[in-house]
T-cell receptor, first 115, second 118 residues
Framework: DQQVKQNSPSLSVQEGRISILNCDYT??????FLWYKKYPAEGPTFLIS?????DKNEDGRFTVFLNKSAKHLSLHIVPSQPGDSAVYFC??????????????FGKGTHLIIQP | EAQVTQNPRYLITVTGKKLTVTCSQN?????MSWYRQDPGLGLRQIYY???????DKGDVPEGYKVSRKEKRNFPLILESPSPNQTSLYFC?????????????????FGEGSRLTVL
């Protein structure tokens, strides 16, 4: 049972345009969401996060939107740059009530920025 | 420099030959975890540890063992490796994810250990 879903294995976007990466989740207990970026031969690195009490969080070119009713979040990158080409993982965690087993990750979306 | 260090980075071994992948972090993090990354499956958690002497199973613990005798180290042990354990392994650490008031719950990952079991 996949609780965090990234339905697009890959996405190609032209440099300078907006990249939109999508993520859906099924567990209504998730209350914190993160995006990680991964280059080949490196470990994932944290990019941006959002708490369920918010619907938007912005950091420079990166904005994450959360729609709790739809159990959907998206990562917007504007403008897209060649260095943004990487695999992006969506991740979620559930609450503060114990049983903190860390993050549940999606399968990732490979973003390719075309020059 | 704050980091998570894994060793070895690359290893080719044979079925049944015990091996250990070490993981060490220098950020005084309570929480540590092991993940494996496989094509089409993303990152799946193997084991995690909330603190010294506290470990628990993740989603795919079969065939693995861990220990947490010291705060900084969290080795992953494959007692009898099999070909289906061929994968890319990542160690990660953070302050306790529950302590949201202190940090973002951000996980710091090592650079990965690529293991091939023949």
């Amino acid at each position: 049972d996949q609780q965090v879903k990234q339905n697009s294995p890959s996405l190609s976007v032209q440099e300078g345009r907006i990249s939109i990466l999508n993520c859906d989740y099924t567990n209504s207990m998730f209350d914190y969401f993160l995006w990680y970026k991964k280059y080949p031969a490196e470990g994932p690195t944290f990019l941006i996060s959002i708490s369920s009490i918010k619907d938007k969080n912005e950091d420079g070119r990166f904005t994450v939107f959360l729609n709790k009713s739809a159990k959907h979040l998206s990562l917007h990158i504007v403008p897209s740059q060649p260095g943004d080409s990487a695999v992006y993982f969506c991740a979620a965690s559930a609450g503060t009530g114990g049983g903190a087993d860390g993050l549940t990750f999606g399968k990732g979306t490979h973003l390719i920025i075309q020059p | 420099e704050a980091q998570v260090t894994q060793n070895p980075r690359y290893l080719i071994t044979v079925t049944g030959k015990k091996l250990t992948v070490t993981c060490s972090q220098n950020m005084n993090h309570e929480y540590m975890s092991w993940y494996r990354q496989d094509p089409g499956l993303g990152l799946r958690q193997i084991y995690y540890s909330m603190n010294v002497e506290v470990t628990d199973k993740g989603d795919v613990p079969e065939g693995y063992k861990v220990s947490r005798k010291e705060k900084r180290n969290f080795p992953l042990i494959l007692e009898s490796p099999s070909p289906n354990q061929t994968s890319l392994y990542f160690c990660a650490s953070s302050f306790r994810l529950l302590d949201r008031g202190l940090n973002t719950g951000e996980l710091f990952f090592g650079e990965g250990s690529r293991l091939t079991v023949l």
